[in-house]
Nanobody, 128 residues
């Protein structure tokens, strides 16, 4: 299996930036599509962004398009989420996740159920 550890969360003012990192260990990192999800109190975990195994294809939820960028460095077994122009509604616990079933659908997953492994989460709080 894969172990995932997120870092980089914190408190930032509206309009600010944060860069989240997710370090992977265990099974070959480059075999997994990777995704970022977030969960606010009282809400279900929702999809944020995903990236293919090679890093050439990305997908974002509408609310973060143009503001967030997902990337990966397979040599360092790490996936990133660059978050710019942050808004209070971005406040949530952010989780990275690994999708080993991407090849069957030929695309990274966009649903929680499509990801096999999850990190512990990192808190992002955006003040107004």
């Amino acid at each position: 299996q894969v172990q995932l550890v997120e870092s980089g969360g914190g408190l930032v003012q509206q309009g600010g930036t944060l860069r989240l990192s997710c370090a992977a260990s265990g099974r070959t990192f480059s075999s997994y599509a990777m995704g970022w999800f977030r969960q606010a109190p009282g809400k279900e975990r929702e999809f944020v962004a995903a990236i293919s195994v090679s890093g050439t294809s990305t997908h974002y939820t509408d609310s973060v398009k143009g503001r967030f960028t997902i990337s990966r460095d397979n040599a360092k077994n790490t996936v990133f989420l660059q978050m710019n122009s942050l808004k209070p509604e971005d406040t949530a616990v952010y989780y990275c996740a690994a999708d080993y079933s991407w090849s069957a659908r030929q695309a990274p997953g966009t649903r929680v159920s499509q990801y096999e492994y999850w990190g512990q989460g990192t808190q992002v709080t955006v003040s107004s």
